[in-house]
């Protein structure tokens, strides 16, 4: 069996795996579809022909503030082809359009300068007018009424007083919200900690319905639809993206038509079927999604969907960040017991949730199936702190996951590669 590679930060981790214990590879279909067309006329196409909406130019007309959402620098999301097509075309619509682009944060940091220069290019950092979400900061923010699980929908000022709302984004499988991209620019994209702390809660994320790929029913996914429509978030762009990070595929017009039909190519591609195995490497695709521990548990739930019960999970993360969540962090690091941990979670009522509750929910569930030995850069103290057993290449990783193994008695246990956690939906 030849050495697979796993991606780690902006390079990559390599295995060889033994034929006897080799179970298999689960990869996207979408690393084998190749566009006909490039990155920038894919977006021009989807532009030129929106899904249920005009066209931008046209929407654009008579508008005088317009605000452009974009995403923030934890997602791999090819800007610099899709944001100056949407400039160029509300201009082209209204010369005179008073243009911000609004960086959807949610709770994320600040996204810094240099990380802005890198997303968009350094002319339109220089040239055009961008606002940082802060979802603390309460003055700058809009009440427009409840969603529909009673929570308070709270949004960024300059989104809500908009005469024209539009955004950009990528579609990937979600781990709770089913896809991401849509209607997530608002909600948690531009909302206040408030809002983002109740569609996150325990009861929500607890839901069978909240899981990859999963739209139909789900709770999370509901709130977030009715807050973009609240928001009169008008016209999308979305892309889907290869391992490499570029765009394959486009869709533009209405927040929830545009993204049916992106969401629908990529169910196409990226569906595989779990190969149930002792053991299941994974990963959070490299740089920029595995910056730190928080975001890597999305790449564990796809581990988490094949890996045996009482098995082992090997996630490759760099986590250059560190862990990335202080409240995540916090709640690892001041109780222990993983099963009074869940408990919490569903008794707190969702109007109580804490910061990071949902992404330590999903690592607790993950830890209660599998042990998780974590390759990183992380500190050893900050990866135990966690509940998971450090490592810093693959091979001690292997040598540890097998020792867990064989302490429960099973030797050579079967070995499953997962190189991109986040591009697949396992089921």
């Not at 532009?47 to 995403?71: H, Q």
């Not at 999301?77 to 509300?90: F, G, R, T, W």
């Not at 209405?254 to 196409?268: I, M, N, T």
Request: with cysteine; aromatic share 6%; charged share 25%.
């Amino acid at each position: 069996m030849p050495d697979i590679r796993f991606p780690y930060g902006k390079e990559f981790l390599s295995l060889h795996i033994p034929e006897e214990r080799y179970a298999g590879t689960l990869v996207s279909h979408m690393h084998d579809y190749h566009a006909e067309k490039s990155p920038d006329e894919l977006v021009k196409d989807a532009m030129a022909s929106p899904i249920g909406t005009p066209r931008l130019s046209v929407m654009a007309e008579g508008k005088k503030k317009v605000v452009l959402i974009a995403s923030d620098h934890t997602r791999p999301v090819p800007s610099k082809c899709i944001v100056p097509h949407m400039l160029a075309e509300i201009r082209e619509g209204n010369p005179d359009a008073d243009i911000t682009i609004l960086i959807s944060t949610g709770c994320h940091r600040e996204t810094t300068k240099e990380e802005l220069i890198s997303k968009f290019g350094p002319e339109i950092v220089e040239n055009e007018k961008i606002v940082i979400h802060d979802c603390d900061d309460t003055e700058n923010q809009v009440y427009l009424g409840k969603l529909p699980s009673g929570g308070d929908l709270i949004i960024n000022r300059l989104a809500a007083e908009a005469d024209l709302l539009v955004a950009e984004g990528f579609i990937e499988p979600h781990f709770f919200a089913g896809f991401s991209g849509g209607r997530k620019s608002i909600l948690p994209g531009i909302a206040s900690r408030k809002t983002v702390l109740y569609n996150h809660n325990g009861q929500f994320i607890a839901s069978p319905k909240a899981r990859t790929g999963i739209v139909d029913g789900n709770p999370i996914h509901n709130d977030m639809l009715y807050a973009a429509r609240a928001a009169r978030l008008a016209y999308v762009v979305n892309v889907v993206i290869n391992s490499e990070k570029e765009a394959i595929y486009a869709v533009a017009g209405d927040v929830d038509l545009a993204h049916r039909a992106g969401r629908e190519f990529l169910s196409s591609k990226c569906r595989v079927n779990a190969i149930p195995s002792d053991i299941v490497i994974s990963t959070n695709g490299g740089y920029p999604l595995d910056q730190n521990i928080y975001q890597s548990v999305k790449g564990m739930t796809a581990a988490e969907a094949a890996v045996k019960e009482g098995g082992v999970i090997i996630m490759i993360s760099k986590c250059s960040d560190g862990h990335g969540g202080e409240g995540l962090y916090q709640t690892f690091r001041d109780e222990k017991d993983l099963g009074r941990m869940m408990q919490s979670f569903i008794e707190t009522p969702p109007d109580k949730t804490i910061i990071d509750q949902w992404q330590s929910q999903i690592l607790a569930r993950i830890l209660l199936r599998a042990s998780v030995v974590f390759v990183s850069d992380a500190p050893d103290e900050i990866v135990s702190e966690f509940q998971m057993i450090p490592a810093h290449s693959l091979g001690e990783a292997l040598d540890k996951a097998d020792q867990i193994l064989l302490a429960k008695g099973i030797e050579n246990g079967s070995i499953l590669a997962i190189p991109d956690g986040i591009s697949v939906m396992v089921v």
